[in-house]
């Protein structure tokens, strides 16, 4: 990155004395986004620096002590170690790290986002309404695949969303969301969904030798018609075509609580010696991922890449080894929001797309109140990474 979005210059006030406090689970990316918070609150020159309103400004970490303690029986509460009053509260969970681990009458059980959800709202609890501001950070929107009514079924996603608000959460910040309109469940408090569009473009750009960046070389793919949107935006920014696939479904039966799907069919323009980008929110099991790869490749395209902003492999990495080794796929990317397997950090074809600078960045700005509409829209940023590229100057 540029040295002009390294210092972005923030001389608001700030709207309290800045506070994060990361679940279990989500600690390691929330470390590396202190790194960054305290790094350039350390750099930055501003001539209000000593004033009454800037108190606690430089720390040596913006992390707060918390924990949720279980009892044997599976229960817990929330419980914060130091003060809260006044703050400008920032909350991070990641409610699909399923390595987590307690002890139920003596069994072990693995935490379930349910768990995670529940473990924020105890924080939530605890806190009791002494912050300025609560914000949470949930990059894995919970419940987010249950986003629409089709028959007699719960809105798990929406109901969560008012609690969180009735509880007196002002903002809620996710990476992504499988449907944004979630967000009319609130209409009155602030729900962003951010893309990592960026963060992709660039971890292609580094690690990916001899791309040619133009609709002769290249093309973006929606798996699905649910994901247009994120393909187009990526494809408007690069100046690519995009093509897209839809699922031919069998309305007549229902397996794993689905219809099955019977074919992929493709809409868009040819693929031949193409190297394609399939953009899509989130890797479950990698089925249709993986089946769009396939099609794509008997298409002729030349290379495929799969951006996914959660890499969840339900069903594990041997599909995606298998499809490597066979050359369906040559790279996989997916970011850090989610808890990743030491397994997948190791594999050739996975490439790690690290968003704990981009998370400091939106704490940084909102906490002095300043808009973060450019973090939301990184035109710009694209449009000049990729500008340095084809010139041959680009480095991380």
């Not at 210059?9 to 004395?17: D, F, K, M, Q």
């Not at 929330?78 to 681990?101: H, K, M, Q, W």
């Not at 599909?319 to 490597?324: G, K, L, P, S, V």
């Not at 710009?380 to 084809?390: G, M």
């Amino acid at each position: 990155m540029s040295k002009r979005e390294e210092k972005r210059n923030l001389e608001t006030i700030p709207v309290g004395s800045l506070g994060i406090i990361p679940l279990d689970g989500c600690k390691p990316l929330c470390e590396k986004v202190d790194y960054y918070l305290v790094k350039w609150r350390t750099e930055r020159e501003s001539e209000h620096k000593d004033s009454l309103a800037f108190a606690g400004y430089q720390r040596d970490s913006y992390i707060l002590g918390a924990k949720v303690p279980r009892f044997g029986s599976g229960e817990a509460k929330g419980i914060i170690l130091e003060s809260v009053r006044g703050t400008d509260l920032y909350l991070l969970v990641d409610v699909a790290n399923y390595s987590l681990t307690y002890s139920l009458c003596g069994h072990e059980n693995h935490m379930s986002p349910d768990d995670h959800y529940q473990n924020l709202k105890r924080i939530i609890a605890a806190v009791g309404g002494k912050a300025r501001r609560i914000t949470v950070i949930m990059p894995y929107l919970y419940e987010s695949r249950q986003h629409k009514r089709t028959s007699r079924e719960s809105l798990d996603c929406a109901l969560a969303l008012q609690e969180m608000v009735a509880m007196g959460v002002d903002n809620i910040i996710t990476f992504d969301a499988h449907d944004p309109r979630v967000q009319n469940a609130i209409p009155l408090h602030g729900f962003e969904t951010v893309q990592p569009t960026y963060q992709f473009i660039k971890g292609l750009l580094q690690h990916v030798e001899g791309l040619e960046l133009d609709s002769d070389h290249m093309m973006v793919i929606s798996p699905d018609e649910g994901g247009m949107s994120r393909a187009i935006y990526m494809a408007n920014v690069m100046g690519l075509d995009m093509g897209m696939f839809y699922k031919r479904r069998d309305y007549t039966k229902i397996v794993h609580g689905r219809n099955p799907i019977v074919a992929h069919e493709f809409l868009g323009t040819s693929v031949e010696n193409k190297d394609v980008i399939i953009i899509d929110d989130m890797i479950s099991s990698g089925e249709s991922a993986l089946e769009v790869a396939a099609e794509l490749k008997e298409r002729k395209a030349r290379r495929v890449f799969i951006c996914a902003t959660f890499g969840l492999f339900t069903n594990g990495l041997d599909r995606f080894d298998q499809a490597y080794a066979d050359g369906t796929i040559d790279r996989v990317l997916t970011t850090n929001l989610i808890y990743q397997t030491p397994d997948l950090l190791s594999r050739e074809w996975y490439i790690d797309c690290d968003m704990s600078k981009y998370i400091a960045y939106i704490i940084d700005t909102l906490n002095h109140d300043a808009s973060i509409s450019d973090l939301l829209n990184p035109n710009e940023r694209i449009q000049s990474i990729v500008a340095r590229y084809k010139n041959g100057d680009f480095e991380d």
